[in-house]
């Protein structure tokens, strides 16, 4: 048995964004990316007319400027809890998204305990207050279909004061999705690599993760990586190409639906991690994790590797021969993309890592994402996966 959980509905294509007109509501929040309002200064003057025509009361927030932490979360849905709203719209990246779905949390429920939050798929009933409409502006992290938000949270360990945890319940998953390519124009490149490579990552591990087999989101992950392999070189080539910018939107929300039918694996558990030591764009630390995380999971997941490949387009005769065209595929993606492959590469001091490698696999072996990988990993393998980074 398997489910599938999706948004109400997905609107797709330029002037998307008019279907807020369609709404009924009388109170709105936006929490909003400041960079993405500085450069698209007329995609927020267009939802504030539409609340303006409706005559409706709106708020504008912005986002907090990085990866969101708890502490601003909770601070943040006081603002909701001020202005009462029947819909909730976040514009930005994924951390714009994840962190007002969890903000959404606090809305309905103010005073739920650190425990209660994390208590994956058991959060108390959401959306009796507000709708929440999802417009991400960049692609690649799939948040506006996903039950899951990541946020940095306090940790009692003072060698990593503050790890990256997910929340996770379907019920955070948006009502409605806004996806229009024209709100990706403005991505910096480096935002674009990563994200892209996120929504590969995503899709890859759902795809074999310890799950039951989803036909619903496995096709959606099979196509998610084709489109990201295709198309993510061709926007970098031409980043004003809205049909291009098209195809890796669509790509990054099928990564999200992916995710969000099965689960992530051993690439955001210790991915995730690096970023305890300095700051590094979610999709870049999943991503540099993976050839290695591929090489342990083969060992019980070589034909879901080598089904990936196919679809990609690999010509093999065996199995062995398809996994290794989909770790040239991948590298070959990193080669095109200039990205870094080793903590230096990073800018992480290999003598802080050193000291770290002991906190930072336990901190993998316990994250959440680990439990969905297809094989369960030891100390050892953990660290060996970290180990591989060194140059």
């Known amino acids: 048995m398997f489910q599938s959980n999706f948004p109400r509905k997905i609107v797709f294509g330029e002037g998307s964004l008019e279907f807020l007109t369609t709404l009924d509501v009388r109170r709105v929040v936006l929490f909003v990316d400041e960079i993405f309002h500085q450069y698209n200064p007329k995609v927020i003057s267009r939802i504030e007319e539409i609340w303006k025509e409706k005559k409706t009361d709106f708020w504008l927030y912005y986002g907090e400027g990085t990866e969101p932490t708890l502490a601003f979360v909770k601070e943040s849905a006081k603002k909701l809890q001020e202005h009462q709203p029947d819909l909730i719209v976040a514009v930005g990246g994924g951390s714009v998204l994840d962190a007002a779905k969890v903000m959404e949390v606090y ?20 959306r ?59 991505m910096p490149e480096s935002v674009t690599i990563s994200t892209g490579l996120d929504a590969f990552v995503h899709s890859l591990e759902a795809f ?13 992950a099979l196509e998610s990586m084709k489109k990201v392999l295709t198309y993510l070189p061709k926007v970098l080539e031409s980043p004003q190409n809205k049909a291009y910018r098209a195809e890796l939107q669509l790509a990054a929300t099928m990564g999200g639906l992916a995710l969000a039918n099965r689960a992530s694996g051993a690439a955001h558990g210790s991915g995730k991690q690096l970023s305890s030591l300095r700051t590094i764009a979610h999709g870049t630390s999943v991503a540099i994790m993976v050839d290695a995380v591929i ?30 065209g989909l770790l040239s595929l991948w590298n070959g993606l990193l080669d095109t993309l200039d990205f870094p492959r080793t903590i230096a590469d990073l800018g992480i001091d290999e003598k802080i890592f050193q000291e770290k490698l002991d906190t930072i696999t336990r901190n993998a072996m316990n994250d959440a994402a680990m439990k969905a990988n ?3 990993l030891t100390y050892d393998e953990v660290q060996g996966l970290f180990k591989s980074l060194l140059p």
Request: hydrophobic share 35%; glycine share 4%; proline share 10%.
């Open 107 to 126: 809305y309905e429920h103010p005073e739920i305990s650190d425990a209660a939050l994390m208590n994956r798929f058991n959060l108390p009933p959401l």
């Open 128 to 186: 009796r207050k507000s709708k929440f409409v999802a417009i991400p502006t960049t692609s690649g992290t799939g948040s506006e279909v996903t039950p899951i938000s990541v946020l940095y949270v306090p940790s009692d360990n003072p060698q990593s004061p503050m790890v990256k945890k997910g929340i996770t319940d379907y019920q955070m998953i948006p009502d409605y999705v806004i996806l229009d390519p024209q709100f990706t124009l403005s």
């Open 208 to 220: 074999v993760c310890n799950k039951p087999k989803n036909d619903f989101g496995d096709k959606f």
């Open 295 to 324: 090489r342990c999971n083969a060992k019980v997941r070589l034909a879901d590797y080598a089904e990936i490949a196919r679809y990609l387009g690999v010509h093999a005769e065996t199995d062995e021969e398809a996994l290794e």
């Open 374 to 376: 297809p094989i369960a």
